[in-house]
């Protein structure tokens, strides 16, 4: 779904209440105590060496792993893009300033930024990419081969993995979180010979895609999403589709399929209320709506990530699902038109290592009432 959707939902998620604004991580500073030196009387017995340690549990051993004090860093910015040329000094300052040793380039394509992770990849740490969702998701496939730490700086106009990873979204914070947070493995999605982060879904999102053109987004920002998504959701059709999961097969009538691996995508949507990147499942939901108007009161839903309530809505979770479409498909992954139906999607568990931010992080909310179908 588009970040359009995103921004119609906005306001009638406020005015329904069922806006689930995401939340934000907390960065706590390390603080070293004084260093304290006795001087003890060579005629007195030595004092009682201190009690051991209790032993690190292995579920606090993986909750809270120990941040690198020192990181080596790749960082790699578009700096022909507004944003980036705004952003490359002061992310290399912030990164420095928080004790990474920061190598910098330029980057302007997903070719580049993976033959720049290939080229790097004994000699750094972790690769921070500045740039949005779309940047992130050209990267994923040398960061996977390589095995890397990937650090995010949110440059995009959504940043939906920035949000998932509750990172902070300015630049200092950002830049202190990649220094100091902890590096946790999280999921990833694929679909036929493509990954993912957020979502991938065929329909009523890739009309939008197609709609959508570079100049428009430049010139316009989030208007051009909205325009659009107007435009799609006003000649979109049903059509279609054979949904195979958990040793299930169902047919559907549907203008949009949407299958999930984080929690937000489209500027702020949420898959599911309760999805997470590091839960090894992936999250299903098919818009089943004959015109176009129907989608209205399900928009704040959608926003929440509880659209599983509606009528027209069918969802389910599975570790694989596989569509078939009677005529074939377009997909979108990550806001890009990538592969096509037949539709094989799996979630690839703990698949990536990434730096989050330290502190810990609150659960979903309590979850809403489900209808059964």
Same mark, same amino acid.
């Given at each position: 779904?588009?970040?359009?959707?995103?921004?119609?939902?906005?306001?009638?998620?406020?005015?329904? !209440?069922?806006?689930?604004?995401?939340?934000? !991580?907390?960065?706590? #500073?390390?603080?070293?105590?004084?260093?304290?030196?006795?001087?003890?009387?060579? *005629?007195?017995s030595?004092?009682?060496?201190?009690?051991?340690?209790?032993?690190?549990?292995?579920?606090?051993?993986t909750?809270?792993p120990?941040?690198? /004090?020192?990181?080596?860093?790749?960082?790699?910015?578009?700096?022909?893009?507004r944003?980036?040329?705004?952003?490359?000094?002061?992310?290399?300052? !912030?990164?420095?300033?928080?004790?990474?040793?920061?190598?910098f380039?330029?980057?302007?394509?997903?070719?580049?930024?993976?033959?720049?992770?290939r080229?790097? /990849?004994?000699?750094?740490?972790?690769?921070?990419?500045g740039? =949005?969702? =779309?940047? &992130?998701?050209?990267? &994923?496939?040398?960061?996977?081969?390589?095995?890397?730490?990937l650090?995010?700086?949110?440059?995009?106009?959504?940043?939906?993995?920035?949000?998932?990873?509750? +990172?902070?979204? $300015?630049? $200092?914070?950002?830049?202190r979180?990649?220094?100091? =947070?902890?590096?946790?493995?999280?999921? @990833?999605?694929?679909?036929? #010979?493509?990954?993912?982060?957020n979502?991938?879904?065929?329909?009523?999102s890739?009309?939008?895609?197609?709609?959508?053109?570079?100049?428009?987004?430049?010139?316009?920002?989030?208007?051009?999403? +909205?325009?659009? /998504?107007?435009?799609?959701?006003?000649?979109?059709?049903?059509?279609?589709?054979?949904?195979e999961? *958990?040793?299930?097969?169902?047919?559907?009538?549907?203008?949009? @399929?949407?299958?999930g691996?984080?929690?937000?995508? !489209?500027?702020?949507?949420?898959?599911?209320? $309760?999805?997470?990147?590091?839960?090894?499942?992936l999250?299903?939901?098919?818009?089943?709506?004959?015109?176009?108007?129907?989608?209205l009161?399900l928009?704040? /839903?959608?926003?929440?990530?509880?659209?599983?309530?509606?009528?027209?809505?069918?969802?389910?979770?599975?570790e694989?699902?596989?569509?078939?479409?009677?005529?074939?498909?377009?997909?979108?992954?990550?806001?890009?038109?990538?592969?096509?139906?037949?539709?094989?999607?799996?979630?690839?568990?703990?698949?990536?290592?990434?730096?989050?931010?330290?502190?810990?992080?609150?659960?979903?909310?309590?979850?809403?009432?489900?209808?059964?179908?």
């Open positions: 779904m588009a970040l359009a959707i995103g921004a119609i939902g906005a306001d009638l998620g406020r005015i329904h !209440g069922a806006i689930a604004a995401p939340g934000q !991580g907390k960065i706590r #500073d390390n603080v070293l105590g004084d260093r304290r030196f006795v001087l003890m009387d060579l *005629n007195q030595p004092p009682p060496p201190p009690p051991s340690p209790a032993p690190l549990t292995e579920t606090a051993a909750d809270t120990p941040a690198i /004090a020192h990181r080596r860093v790749l960082l790699l910015i578009n700096r022909h893009s944003r980036g040329r705004e952003a490359t000094g002061q992310a290399i300052e !912030g990164l420095e300033r928080h004790g990474c040793e920061v190598t380039r330029s980057t302007r394509s997903p070719e580049d930024l993976s033959h720049t992770i080229q790097y /990849a004994d000699r750094v740490d972790v690769v921070v990419i740039g =949005g969702d =779309g940047t &992130l998701n050209g990267a &994923l496939p040398a960061l996977l081969e390589t095995g890397l730490t650090g995010i700086l949110p440059l995009g106009t959504a940043n939906d993995l920035a949000r998932t990873l509750e +990172l902070p979204l $300015d630049l $200092d914070g950002a830049c979180a990649i220094a100091t =947070g902890p590096i946790q493995p999280i999921d @990833i999605g694929q679909v036929n #010979d493509r990954y993912f982060f979502v991938a879904s065929l329909g009523l890739v009309k939008i895609t197609r709609y959508l053109s570079g100049a428009q987004k430049k010139r316009w920002g989030v208007l051009a999403y +909205l325009w659009s /998504a107007i435009q799609a959701l006003t000649h979109s059709r049903p059509f279609h589709a054979q949904i999961a *958990n040793g299930e097969i169902v047919q559907v009538r549907t203008v949009q @399929i949407a299958v691996n984080g929690r937000y995508y !489209g500027g702020g949507l949420a898959i599911a209320w $309760d999805a997470t990147i590091d839960d090894r499942r999250d299903l939901y098919s818009l089943e709506i004959s015109h176009w108007w129907q989608m009161p928009l704040p /839903a959608l926003r929440s990530g509880r659209q599983s309530r509606a009528a027209t809505v069918r969802t389910l979770e599975a694989e699902i596989i569509v078939h479409t009677r005529r074939t498909r377009s997909v979108n992954t990550d806001g890009e038109i990538t592969t096509e139906t037949p539709a094989h999607f799996r979630v690839l568990p703990a698949a990536l290592p990434v730096v989050r931010p330290s502190g810990e992080r609150p659960g979903p909310a309590a979850p809403p009432p489900r209808e059964i179908r």
